[in-house]
């Protein structure tokens, strides 16, 4: 017979059991490229208690980013959406590189989407795989200002 003490200890357990199978069941994003001189372009992960909770992406305007995903290899039939296609525009991509898959050391092509930053403003990608989901906060940021062209008198 299980005593009311036993009870809550084994539903933490299972509580804490089922928050670490929810959390460990989401791919990797990683940026594959940088932006030029004077643009941003920066993919930074959000870390929780349990490790990386989320990611968020600022972009220059006119700025391409790619961004590759992994869950053990490459993310399997990945799919990216954004929510305004007028702030940030996705291309499938394909990248020159093999990554391991698995833990065999079999390679195959790297999983990636590029992020294109179309007007400033903010919105969501949603990247969607057999391997787990990633929705990425974008920020649009526009580019610098030209410096002011002074004269001199002569």
Request: aromatic share 4%; charged share 15%.
């Amino acid at each position: 017979m299980i005593g009311p003490r036993a009870r809550s200890g084994l539903a933490a357990a299972a509580a804490v059991t089922s928050l670490l199978a929810v959390t460990a069941c989401h791919p990797m994003l990683a940026a594959e490229s940088t932006a030029p001189p004077g643009r941003s372009a920066r993919l930074d992960a959000v870390n929780g208690f349990w490790g990386v909770k989320s990611y968020r992406l600022e972009l220059s305007q006119g700025v391409a980013l790619a961004v590759s995903c992994t869950y053990g290899g490459p993310c399997e039939k990945l799919v990216a959406t954004s929510d305004d296609t007028a702030i940030a525009e996705l291309r499938a991509a394909s990248l020159q590189a093999l990554r391991p898959a698995g833990y065999m050391g079999n390679q195959q092509p790297a999983s990636a989407v590029v992020v294109v930053g179309k007007a400033p403003g903010s919105t969501t990608i949603r990247l969607r795989s057999k391997d787990g989901d990633r929705d990425v906060r974008v920020t649009v940021v526009p580019p610098p200002t030209p410096p002011a062209v002074t004269t001199v008198a002569r």
